[in-house]
Nanobody, 124 residues
Framework: QLQLVESGGGLVQPGGSLRLSCAASGFTLVRYAIGWFRQAPGKEREGVSCISSNGGSTNYADSVKGRFTISRDNAKNTVYLQMNSLKPEDTAVYYC?????????????????WGQGTQVTVSS
């Protein structure tokens, strides 16, 4: 069974940090660019960050630049999203998704596989 599983979400105070993980099973991520997306209640899903298949290229939404860092360990078949200086507006369900592209094609493309999401809540 091909699937992505996110973990690492939780409740954190403003200014705090979390690291999300996205682990693949049933297939290898080495040929896939990986994106992180989020969806807050009542809002549309938005792209947060993306990393190319070999990790050599990354991009970020303006709202998270300088605070979030995406990385990957292909040997562990896992992608990470380090989130620092978290703000209440970062509260959302975070999803990872895989698309069979070498480079990140853009958040509007149709990704091949999606995880089930992990909740991130930033609140005092």
């Amino acid at each position: 069974q091909l699937q992505l599983v996110e973990s690492g979400g939780g409740l954190v105070q403003p200014g705090g940090s979390l690291r999300l993980s996205c682990a693949a099973s049933g297939f290898t991520l080495v040929r896939y660019a990986i994106g992180w997306f989020r969806q807050a209640p009542g809002k549309e899903r938005e792209g947060v960050s993306c990393i190319s298949s070999n990790g050599g290229s990354t991009n970020y939404a303006d709202s998270v630049k300088g605070r979030f860092t995406i990385s990957r360990d292909n040997a562990k078949n896992t992608v990470y999203l380090q989130m620092n200086s978290l703000k209440p507006e970062d509260t959302a369900v975070y999803y990872c998704a895989a698309i069979r592209y070498y480079n990140c094609p853009g958040f509007s493309f149709e990704y091949d596989y999606w995880g089930q999401g992990t909740q991130v809540t930033v609140s005092s």
